[in-house]
């Protein structure tokens, strides 16, 4: 064969899919006088195909120049005759499959009685013809993820066809229920995490009614979480971290039992618990509640709770995994601590340590019991200095960026500078009482002393707590709505039904 190239640029339409460069160049046979040949295999050698011939005239023809030829499929008339439009690419392609004798095929173009120039081929495409064993994906779940697609203009290579069969070609971000073949494959999870999303969740997704897992995390949507996410009965599991996500998260989303939310990393939202409330200008509205006060009453009912289980429990007992992904923080900022999987007991007569291998949160672990295995109460005092210093900073325990990577070691560093505005979530715009965040944040340093017997007791530290509390409350003012009395009342509802088992 002979290469044939085009000196000028070749009109392609988009749907043809041909690079300017395939689409420049062709191929001839070595004489005038021959036919062009193209073989390949297929497999299995029973399998039909379709093909896509595209033609364009690459050469300038003299006037009594002619073109014109036929195509044969192994030996077969295919299609012709055909002249090849100048600098223009036209696609000939196949209505009905075809199939190869054992698999052997052979295209041939074959130049006509009046052609004068040898036939030419630009490019060719087979495709093979594949029988699904399942059946098409539920067309409600397809009319859905495509008006996701359209929503935010994905543009996904493998986002064409069907998404979830066959299996080998499932839509990228996408999982599928496909195990039963009498019945459509439906889509439970998809994963748009960092694929440069704008605007607001879309209520398209509301139509995936099959979801399991939705993952729309490292975006950058904004507005209101929607409460159509808690009506898709198989939703359990939400990811919207590293957005720009406003407003709080509705009550039928907080409620829903069994759900897995992640809203960390929205600058416009403040967490503490897994619940998040509105931290813009609607703070002074009916129901809002300044953020000290609601970190002081999270922070107070863990605390009971600990201190529950430190002084009410026969035997004592040490939670050992305290954090804040362990405090459950709903609505109404009602607390309770979760996850008693490492909870220990401890001798009752004058134990003051059990001697275990060590489990635990790296960051929330207390580093004496890390050296030297001796678990004691005061491990629980440690890692409760840890989340209360994570809930008044409101910024992550390791973060390398910073100048010293633990929330511990960097707030200690602010409070030798006397910064304690560095310190404060950002975000509170000042607005507390100094006396009372410097006493909760000199409460939790000294949780964090090195030596476990130099900490206080979970006894003291709920009494520091109330005292900041009070404090805080007694500011008074029209941006508090939330009383005293019903701060403390909220403060309370620690659910000492959960009975821990010790191991």
């Not at 036929?70 to 439009?85: E, I, R, V």
């Not at 459509?184 to 209520?203: A, C, E």
């Not at 300044?290 to 009453?297: D, E, K, Q, R």
């Not at 607390?335 to 401890?346: E, I, Q, T, Y």
């Amino acid at each position: 064969m002979i290469r044939v190239v085009a000196m000028k640029k070749i009109d392609c339409k988009l749907d043809q899919g041909l690079p300017q460069g395939v689409a420049a160049t062709g191929a001839t046979p070595l004489n005038d006088a021959e036919t062009l040949n193209i073989t390949w295999d297929v497999e299995p050698p029973t399998a039909k195909f379709y093909t896509y011939m595209h033609f364009a005239e690459l050469q300038t023809l003299r006037a009594n120049d002619t073109r014109e030829f036929n195509t044969t499929m192994n030996g077969k008339y295919s299609y012709g005759p055909y002249t090849p439009t100048p600098l223009k690419i036209e696609t000939v392609l196949d209505v009905k499959p075809e199939e190869c004798d054992e698999g052997a095929c052979i295209l041939q173009l074959v130049g006509t009685s009046k052609s004068t120039l040898p036939p030419l081929l630009n490019a060719i495409e087979a495709f093979t013809e594949i029988n699904f064993p399942q059946m098409e994906t539920d067309g409600d779940d397809v009319y859905s993820i495509k008006n996701v697609q359209d929503s935010y203009g994905l543009d996904r290579i493998s986002w064409q066809g069907d998404p979830c069969v066959p299996i080998q070609f499932l839509w990228d971000g996408l999982n599928c229920d496909n195990s039963d073949n009498s019945t459509p494959p439906i889509i439970t999870s998809l994963n748009l995490s960092s694929s440069g999303l704008v605007g607001t969740i879309t209520q398209a997704i509301q139509n995936l009614t099959h979801l399991e897992k939705l993952d729309l995390s490292n975006n950058n949507l904004t507005g209101e979480i929607p409460e159509f996410l808690a009506d898709i009965k198989s939703l359990l599991v939400i990811d919207l971290s590293g957005n720009n996500i406003t407003g709080s998260v509705p009550p039928s989303v907080l409620q829903k039992k069994g759900m897995k939310l992640n809203v960390d990393n929205n600058p416009h939202l403040l967490c503490t618990g897994g619940s998040c409330v509105n931290s813009g200008e609607d703070k002074h509205k009916k129901n809002s509640i300044i953020v000290p006060v609601v970190a002081s009453i999270a922070s107070l009912a863990v605390l009971i709770g600990l201190e529950y289980l430190h002084n009410g429990c026969t035997p004592p007992m040490v939670h050992r995994d305290v954090k804040t992904t362990n405090i459950l923080l709903n609505e109404h900022f009602e607390a309770k601590l979760a996850d008693f999987g490492l909870s220990r007991s401890f001798p009752t007569e004058g134990g003051t340590h059990v001697s275990t291998v060590v489990a635990g949160t790296p960051g929330y672990l207390d580093p004496e019991y890390y050296r030297t295995n001796w678990l004691t109460e005061k491990s629980d005092v440690y890692s409760f200095g840890i989340v209360l210093l994570e809930i008044i900073t409101n910024r992550h325990v390791i973060d390398q960026s910073r100048e010293k990577a633990h929330i511990a070691e960097w707030v200690g560093l602010m409070l030798i500078k006397g910064d304690i505005i560095n310190i404060m979530d950002p975000s509170l715009n000042g607005d507390y009482d100094s006396g009372s965040v410097w006493k909760a944040v000199e409460l939790a340093m000294s949780c964090l002393n090195p030596s476990s017997t130099r900490r206080p007791t979970m006894t003291q530290v709920v009494i520091g707590l109330k005292e900041c509390l009070a404090s805080e409350n007694s500011r008074g003012g029209a941006s508090r709505d939330m009383d005293s009395k019903s701060s403390i009342e909220v403060s309370m509802t620690f659910d000492t039904d959960v009975n821990p088992t010790a191991r």
